[in-house]
């Protein structure tokens, strides 16, 4: 049976951030004397940006090309293939010599190239980014043995009808599902809020995939593109707990998409094909 929407697991984490513009503005810019934007021109953004992102509208963000970089490269590695979409180039380590004067100046340096891998150069969408091999190493044997980038879907009944919520597992093991992200700062339960840790595992479930564990593998990068650390934040699927809330969110999310049809040009959340 044909279903009366489609969701993506994202998409309700921007419609999350919608509807609790108050808080984000508050803890951005609650303590400037100068904010950038009033908390009701914020709240404005916050819908146009979601209706964009309902829209399918393409936008340029660093951060998201990082984020899909990485975790190409760490599939790659995971797979032991070649990328299609990105371009990686293996980085070594550097060795440097020379000689001084007397008073410690510099006469001459050389330097020789080892065949030591320090780090691997990834490239894409003209956009280059460096990740240390010991970090890429380190997230691949993690996930050693997993099935990568595995679309999940399945129905869920709402009192407007049904709706089929969809996403893409980053890394599917055997008795648990884990999503990479990177992020320029985190803080502790930045993603308890989030719906892929719902909608994977219910997806999972429906399709007679037991798998309750769900962990965010978090790398921190600083402004220098630089990795600070890796976190993890481990949840674990509770049916009668999270499918009402699954449900109550979409129900929600649908309230919103009706009141503003006339906003919305593709169709593909209605159930339907452009």
Known sequence: MQPKYRFYATILDAFWGYLNSDVIWDKYWGWSENPPHTPEEFHE?????????????????EKADRGTAFNEVIDCMIENR????????????????????????PLYYDE??????????????????????SLCREFAA??????????????LPTAYGNVLVYGLIDELMPTSVHDVKT???YTVGKFKDHHQHLVYPYALLQNG???????????EFNKAGYPVDTYTETYVFNPKRDIPILTNHCEEFIRFLEENRELITDKKIFGGEN
Do not use: H, W
């Open 112 to 133: 020789e190239e080892t065949k030591e891998v320090i780090a691997l150069k990834a490239t894409y969408n003209n956009r280059e980014f460096t990740f240390p091999i």
């Open 183 to 185: 992020t320029g700062s």
């Open 142 to 155: 993690y996930y050693k043995g997993a099935l990568t980038q595995q679309r999940v879907e399945a129905i």
């Open 45 to 61: 953004l916050q819908f146009q940006e979601l209706i964009d992102r309902i829209n399918r509208k393409p936008f340029d963000s």
């Open 209 to 219: 995939s037991d798998v309750r564990t769900f962990e965010y593998n978090i790398v």
């Open 82 to 105: 070649k990328s299609e979409t990105v371009k990686v180039e293996k980085v070594y380590k550097v060795n440097r010599f020379g000689a001084c004067d007397e008073m410690g100046k």
